[in-house]
């Protein structure tokens, strides 16, 4: 193949994606209706770059529940284009509008390079290397195949034969269903089109990381401790780099609510909980946690200012009506699991599981877990002794916002340990051969207690 042709089919492949990144922030925009009042009111001022991340993030969910509605992909590629120009034109005019009566904030010319630098660094290896590593060739993109050949999210896919309960056939399907819409659409499957569903969902998660550029040194710690730690982990496949990903945003975006009581922040802190348990199960205990600590620190703060907007937040029927549209897909996923007869393998919350737990708490389990899982959680406790040091040296109270990830990194890390004290595989096994994965979330949530703690030091 000549270097012309190969030269064509990239420039093919980056148009065709580029095209999927305006159908989602169209069909996001869509989904955002319930808000739209709210969202571009003539008093206020749009930052263009989290508005974004909002509209990409919220594409993804709408995306994935039209597939879960109407089963068919390619129908349901259809009715995701129609809603995506509606929604195209209607942001369109939005920003028209905003720009020309002044009150659209484009971000600074730095900030836009960023975010395209980040995602054109990670669209390499995710375009460039075939699915090879084992959860992503015999889980998440073997279901994708499943589908594409099915053309169709549905029991014809077989998702529901004893011969692949070894691939979890219950897991979420968002990624799974989105690279079977991209390989239906372009006609044909092979070993790396399908990965670029991993690059469409890294999109709204570069926009908003980059939309909290004000803080250098903060910025700066956050920037390098991730996405970067998370190496390969956001391109081989696995959904664990992704899931700790949206869980560092969400407790980001969690924070700056609490700061800044904007309700843009507070949705986008919502949203980004709402993916969680769509990327994979453990998004569920993710996604428990965050809420927890948020619930904890928001009730202690019922008294400030800030809190009365989140109070305001949620007595709109608009805000109601918008978060059932994005827990929809989680929802309408566990019903079809229920239907379909499709079950977790690691049969938490009965009896049995019950008993393996207290047993093992007895027998040295607990021991053998902390071990493992300890040169996993160097940077996490890195984090934590710094917070301690300078709460020590400084002598002040920890800020609330590094409250909340702090709080969710050890319900978290609590409920990780519960879990591999129930499981009812070889504990050895279980832990060797996915500890150095699960616990990424726990360590990016130290992480963000960092950035607040370094935030706030910068400012004083």
């Not at 484009?106 to 460039?128: F, Q």
């Amino acid at each position: 193949m000549s270097r012309w042709l190969i030269a064509l089919k990239l420039i093919l492949t980056l148009l065709y994606l580029a095209g999927w990144v305006l159908a989602l922030i169209g069909l996001g925009w869509a989904g955002l209706a319930p808000l739209w009042r709210r969202l571009v009111r003539h008093d206020r001022r749009i930052t263009l770059l989290p508005l974004l991340a909002l509209t990409w993030l919220c594409g993804l969910l709408v995306n994935y529940g039209l597939v879960l509605i109407v089963s068919d992909l390619r129908l349901a590629l259809g009715l995701g284009a129609a809603l995506a120009v509606a929604g195209l034109t209607h942001l369109g005019f939005m920003l028209h509008r905003a720009a020309r009566t002044g009150n659209l904030a484009l971000g600074s010319s730095l900030t836009w390079l960023g975010v395209g630098l980040l995602l054109a660094l990670y669209a390499v290896p995710i375009l460039t290397q075939p699915l090879q590593t084992w959860d992503a060739r015999s889980i998440w993109f073997f279901h994708a195949r499943m589908i594409y050949v099915a053309g169709e999210l549905s029991p014809a896919t077989g998702l529901d034969h004893r011969s692949i309960a070894f691939s979890h056939p219950d897991y979420p399907k968002l990624i799974p269903a989105l690279a079977a819409q991209l390989t239906t659409l372009r006609g044909y499957w092979n070993e790396y089109l399908p990965k670029a569903a991993l690059w469409l969902a890294l999109g709204p998660a570069f926009l908003g990381l980059f939309s909290l550029a004000r803080q250098r040194i903060a910025f700066l710690f956050l920037l390098t401790v991730l996405p970067f730690s998370l190496r390969g982990w956001l391109w081989n496949g696995y959904m664990d780099g992704h899931l700790a990903l949206y869980l560092t945003l969400a407790l980001l975006f969690i924070g700056r609510a609490l700061l800044s009581g904007d309700d843009l922040d507070f949705l986008l802190g919502l949203t980004t909980l709402a993916l969680l348990p769509n990327i994979k199960n453990e998004g569920y205990l993710a996604a428990l946690a965050s809420l927890i600590a948020w619930g904890i620190t928001a009730w202690l703060r019922r008294k400030s200012g800030d809190a009365k907007v989140w109070v305001e937040a949620f007595r709109s029927k608009a805000t109601w009506v918008y978060l059932g549209l994005m827990i929809m897909p989680m929802g309408l996923w566990n019903v079809k699991k229920a239907l379909w007869g499709l079950n977790n393998d690691l049969d938490l919350g009965s009896a049995a599981s019950v008993t393996r737990l207290l047993t093992r708490l007895g027998d040295g389990s607990l021991d053998t877990i902390l071990r493992m899982a300890y040169p996993y959680l160097y940077g996490g406790i890195l984090v934590f002794l710094f917070i301690v040091t300078v709460l020590i040296l400084q002598r002040r109270a920890l800020p609330s916002t590094a409250h909340v990830a702090l709080l969710t990194a050890g319900l978290y890390l609590l409920g990780l340990l519960a879990i591999y004290l129930a499981t009812p595989h070889d504990l050895n096994w279980h832990l060797r051969t996915s500890v150095d994965r699960t616990l990424l979330g726990v360590d990016a949530a130290a992480f963000v207690a960092g950035y607040f703690m370094l935030g706030e030091l910068e400012e004083r």
